[in-house]
């Protein structure tokens, strides 16, 4: 089973910065994975699918890309909104695993 | 509006058992994979498990296999987790989930908490 890398755990950023989290399969998934968003007390919500296809109503400073086993969430002009816990989930094939989360926070 | 509401939840010895139930509104239901997701209380999301939509096939985190079963209804919009032999490490929050073209979830209910605990 492909198990889901990401990294880094957490980070803080001011607010207007780029970050990047990066998400590592340990076996060529395509371009099968997704990222959510969970902000605190919230529920998951999805930010994008197919590695790069950002889903309707998610603003454009999210984008994502990569395939095979590398994967990168980027958010540019980081916003206090944007605090919370991302994690990536690959879906080529059961399982279904997601990675261990990154939490972001504003410095 | 799509709107996913799980019950069932709630506190249950250790080996006993559950059943979740996910009602499901705002779509097509018969037309789309179901899943389950969880979440440990502070830890990250975990899949748990997946039902195609004719209820024919299903799939399973390892960590549940053989204990939990799935199985949906699409005459009453309503998808089924059966829990059992449950342990401390099964205490979470359990999340309804649909798919959207593949197993990437775009809708996901408020969740229904599972505790195990003598």
């Known amino acids: 089973d492909s198990q889901m890398t990401q990294s880094p755990s957490s980070l803080s950023a001011s607010v207007g910065d780029r970050v990047t989290i990066t998400c590592r399969a340990s076996?060529?998934?395509?371009?099968?994975l997704a990222w959510y968003q969970q902000k605190p007390g919230k529920v998951p919500k999805l930010l994008i699918y197919?590695?790069?296809t950002l889903q309707s109503g998610v603003p454009s400073r999210f984008s994502g890309s990569g395939s095979g086993t590398d994967f990168t969430l980027a958010i540019s002009n980081l916003q206090p909104e944007d605090v919370g816990n991302y994690y990536c989930?690959?879906?080529?094939?059961?399982?279904?695993?997601f990675g261990g989360g990154t939490k972001v926070e504003i410095k | 509006e799509v709107q996913l509401l799980e019950s069932g939840g709630g506190l249950v010895q250790p080996g006993g058992s559950l059943r979740l139930s996910c009602g499901a509104s705002?779509?097509?239901?018969?037309?789309?994979?179901m899943g389950w997701v969880r979440q440990a209380p502070g830890k990250g999301l975990e899949w748990v498990s997946d039902?195609?939509?004719?209820?024919?096939?299903?799939f399973f985190a390892d960590s549940v296999k053989g204990r939990f079963t799935i199985s949906r209804d699409n005459s009453r919009n309503m998808v089924y987790l059966q829990t059992n032999s449950l342990g401390a490490d099964d205490t979470a929050i359990y999340y309804c989930?649909?798919?959207?073209?593949?197993?990437?979830?775009?809708?996901w209910g408020q969740g229904t908490l599972v505790t195990v605990s003598s």
């Open positions: 989930q690959k879906y080529d094939d059961a399982p279904l695993t």
């Open positions: 989930a649909r798919a959207g073209g593949a197993s990437w979830y775009v809708d």
């Open positions: 705002g779509f097509t239901f018969s037309t789309y994979t």
């Open positions: 039902i195609n939509p004719s209820g024919g096939s299903a």
């Open positions: 076996q060529g998934i395509h371009n099968s």
């Open positions: 197919a590695a790069s």
